[in-house]
């Protein structure tokens, strides 16, 4: 079986030598030392080639594995003419390799970290002097003004937990868009073929959230040409009447829709 071998930029001859092996689907505790060999040849001549200044190092590893080929092609005979059992030529080879990977990796995630810590910005530091150099002050009180205080402070909470409450129910019953449109149509149905003002909506012009409502309801309606609506100047008043339809089923149904969608 052949491999071909693509020219491209390597680091250094253990990465051309480990992307072979890992190209070739070896294991590096067994790596096919002959074939390696044979391609790491191959790329060093496509280097030449191609006018490639090929680095001393390259060189060096080419030897090695040829060196490590020509062990394992010629075992080595006793002075008995027996052959010698020895440990595998390529043991160093393979602690090179892994040592390079390891050291490879380290530095994959050494430059992670450096890319991430570009895209971190820190708060320039502030002098906070002012704060640390003024003494803790301590309040000087025996258990019964502390019990006195603790309570006050109960006290105040539940206090403040009831107005939440009781404002959190007020606003469930202010008016809602849709009871809004409801009121705006009666007006409508009411005056057709008059012109009337917006403020004539309001049921109370004092109060912001009823006119935010009022308005966002007749924008709804001016969308579905309910309503005409027509504002002669800047910050000027703003005129209501009767649009080409008159559809209340219609305008609240596509209402609740997008109330729904959103």
């Known amino acids: 079986m052949s491999y071909k071998v693509k020219l491209q930029s390597f680091e250094g001859p253990f990465d051309l030598l480990v992307y072979l092996i890992e190209n070739a689907e070896m294991s590096i505790y067994d790596i096919r030392i002959s074939?390696?060999?044979?391609?790491?040849?191959?790329?060093?001549?496509?280097?030449?080639?191609?006018?490639i200044n090929v680095a001393t190092e390259f060189m060096v590893l080419a030897s090695t594995l040829i060196e490590i080929k020509s062990k394992m092609i010629l075992p080595r005979m006793s002075i008995e003419g027996q052959v010698m059992e020895e440990e595998d030529p390529r043991t160093g080879l393979v602690e090179?390799?892994?040592?390079?990977?390891?050291?490879?990796?380290?530095?994959?995630?050494?430059?992670d970290r450096q890319e991430h810590s570009q895209r971190i910005f820190e708060k320039p530091q502030e002098d906070i002097s002012g704060y640390l150099e003024n003494p803790d002050e301590y309040l000087s009180l025996d258990l019964k003004q502390f019990a006195s205080a603790f309570s006050l402070f109960i006290q105040k909470k539940q206090k403040v937990e009831a107005v939440r409450k009781h404002y959190t129910?007020?606003?469930?019953?202010?008016?809602?868009?849709?009871?809004?449109?409801?009121m705006i149509l009666g007006a409508v149905r009411r005056k057709i073929g008059q012109i009337f003002s917006f403020r004539e909506l309001v049921?109370?012009?004092?109060?912001?959230?009823?006119?935010?409502?009022?308005?966002?309801s007749l924008l709804e309606m001016a969308k579905e040409r309910v309503v005409r609506v027509d504002q002669k100047s800047l910050y000027g008043d703003i005129e209501?009447?009767?649009?080409?339809?008159?559809?209340?089923?219609?305008?609240?149904?596509?209402?609740?829709?997008?109330?729904?969608?959103?």
């Open 240 to 262: 209501v009447s009767a649009g080409e339809r008159v559809d209340e089923d219609a305008v609240l149904e596509k209402y609740s829709k997008e109330v729904q969608e959103a």
């Open 96 to 111: 090179r390799i892994l040592e390079y990977k390891r050291f490879k990796k380290a530095a994959e995630i050494l430059q």
């Open 169 to 182: 129910r007020i606003e469930r019953e202010r008016s809602t868009m849709e009871s809004r449109i409801r």
């Open 203 to 216: 049921p109370n012009k004092d109060d912001r959230y009823d006119v935010v409502v009022t308005f966002m």
């Open 35 to 51: 074939e390696i060999t044979n391609q790491y040849l191959e790329y060093i001549r496509a280097m030449e080639e191609n006018d």
